[in-house]
């Protein structure tokens, strides 16, 4: 009889989790297909040409580095069993990218520096891996074509690494051609613009995380510095743009909380993937991220995305749709 009910007991228990378990990861998931959903839409309409196979050649990439990401997080958190939620992908069904990343929630205090280091770095080093790939199958597929303006453009802004992958594969010194991104390379694009992002080293991004290891209790005067040049920097070149970016910083602080132990030691080999991962930011970071334009673009200063009309591209693959692109820009720069 007592094992009967002792065995009762275990089963009621695994079912409590396994109620819990599910009711926990349902609106993560929820919002998982969503975002799946608002990115493969911006990559029909922007991407894609009113193709959804050119959708999917956005959307796919974009989710499988942002997965990347986010899953790089939580299973750090897991490994070191810190209380954190699932990831929350945030669907936002407008371009340029079709969501605005994706967030975990940390319930308690992380034990310990080493701890809070192998969190915060995993996730972009795991999203950049998955992006560089991408930005490889991307630009191998993309293509140069004449500058002559010809309808509305995205211009997107190139970060040094990106620039550097596009002379392996294209000799950008003609003024004359610019380079127009298959829709994989543009969810590298992205991938590596929100990594980036994440990296800043300030307050309770990805960044500040990996600083607050490096420096603990002396982060915040690094942080309290870089915050004020960049709002310097929006004022005087006058990039109002990354005004709602640095509201957002600063409401939610540019401290970082402790760990429970500060004493850890990262030892070399993190301390030097640390400082690494942070010299990121110099790279992969634009500050006129995109841009749309009427007019020819810089082919020294920004990577160019034609517009292009959604009945041209209705029934007809990416490489068809961009040869009698560049014919028609042939004969037009010819007239």
Same mark, same amino acid.
């Given at each position: 009889?007592?094992?009967?009910?002792?065995?009762?007991?275990?089963?009621?228990?695994?079912?409590?989790?396994?109620?819990?378990?599910?009711?926990?990861?349902?609106?993560?998931?929820?919002?998982?297909?969503?975002?799946?959903?608002?990115?493969?839409?911006?990559?029909?309409?922007?991407?894609?040409?009113?193709?959804?196979?050119?959708? %999917?050649?956005?959307?796919?990439?974009?989710?499988?580095?942002?997965?990347?990401?986010?899953?790089?997080?939580?299973?750090?958190?897991?490994?070191?069993?810190?209380?954190?939620?699932?990831?929350?992908?945030?669907?936002?069904?407008?371009?340029?990218?079709?969501?605005?990343?994706?967030?975990?929630?940390?319930?308690?205090?992380?034990?310990?520096?080493?701890?809070?280091?192998?969190?915060?770095?995993?996730?972009?080093?795991?999203?950049?891996?998955?992006?560089?790939?991408?930005?490889?199958?991307?630009?191998?597929?993309?293509?140069?074509?004449?500058?002559?303006?010809?309808?509305?453009?995205?211009?997107?802004?190139?970060?040094?690494?990106?620039?550097?992958?596009?002379?392996?594969?294209?000799?950008?010194?003609?003024?004359?051609?610019?380079?127009?991104?298959?829709?994989?390379?543009?969810?590298?694009?992205?991938?590596?613009?929100?990594?980036?992002?994440?990296?800043?080293?300030?307050?309770?991004?990805?960044?500040?995380?990996?600083?607050?290891? %490096?420096?603990?209790?002396?982060?915040?005067?690094?942080?309290?510095?870089?915050?004020?040049?960049?709002?310097?920097?929006?004022?005087?070149?006058?990039?109002?743009?990354? %005004?709602?970016?640095?509201?957002?910083?600063?409401?939610?602080?540019?401290?970082?909380?402790?760990?429970?132990?500060?004493?850890?030691?990262?030892?070399?080999?993190?301390?030097?993937?640390?400082?690494?991962? %942070?010299?990121?930011?110099?790279?992969?970071?634009?500050?006129?991220?995109?841009?749309?334009?009427?007019?020819?673009?810089?082919?020294?200063?920004?990577?160019?995305?034609?517009?292009?009309?959604?009945?041209?591209?209705?029934?007809?693959?990416?490489?068809?749709?961009?040869?009698?692109?560049?014919?028609?820009?042939?004969?037009?720069?010819?007239?």
């Amino acid at each position: 009889m007592t094992k009967t009910t002792e065995n009762a007991g275990t089963t009621n228990a695994n079912e409590a989790r396994s109620t819990q378990t599910a009711a926990r990861w349902r609106k993560p998931l929820v919002l998982y297909a969503a975002t799946w959903a608002t990115t493969t839409f911006v990559g029909f309409v922007f991407y894609g040409g009113g193709s959804w196979p050119s959708a %999917l050649l956005f959307s796919v990439p974009l989710m499988i580095i942002l997965t990347a990401h986010e899953w790089g997080h939580y299973w750090q958190t897991r490994r070191y069993n810190i209380p954190a939620s699932p990831p929350f992908f945030i669907p936002f069904p407008l371009p340029p990218f079709g969501t605005l990343g994706a967030l975990i929630r940390m319930s308690g205090r992380v034990p310990n520096a080493k701890a809070l280091f192998d969190v915060g770095v995993s996730g972009p080093l795991a999203g950049l891996a998955a992006t560089l790939v991408f930005l490889a199958v991307g630009l191998a597929n993309s293509t140069m074509v004449d500058a002559q303006p010809a309808g509305e453009a995205l211009v997107f802004g190139e970060p040094l690494l990106f620039r550097w992958a596009s002379l392996l594969f294209f000799d950008r010194s003609d003024p004359s051609q610019v380079l127009t991104m298959h829709p994989t390379a543009a969810a590298a694009w992205v991938g590596l613009f929100l990594t980036t992002l994440n990296l800043f080293p300030m307050g309770q991004l990805d960044g500040g995380h990996v600083l607050y290891a %490096l420096l603990r209790r002396r982060a915040v005067y690094f942080s309290t510095s870089l915050f004020i040049a960049a709002a310097g920097a929006v004022f005087l070149f006058e990039r109002w743009n990354w %005004l709602a970016a640095l509201f957002l910083i600063a409401l939610f602080g540019l401290e970082h909380p402790p760990t429970v132990d500060d004493s850890t030691r990262l030892g070399p080999l993190r301390t030097a993937i640390g400082w690494g991962t %942070l010299a990121l930011v110099a790279i992969g970071f634009t500050p006129t991220p995109v841009d749309v334009e009427s007019g020819a673009p810089s082919t020294e200063q920004s990577v160019f995305f034609r517009i292009e009309p959604l009945e041209r591209a209705a029934n007809a693959d990416f490489c068809a749709t961009r040869a009698v692109f560049r014919d028609k820009s042939g004969e037009r720069a010819k007239s």
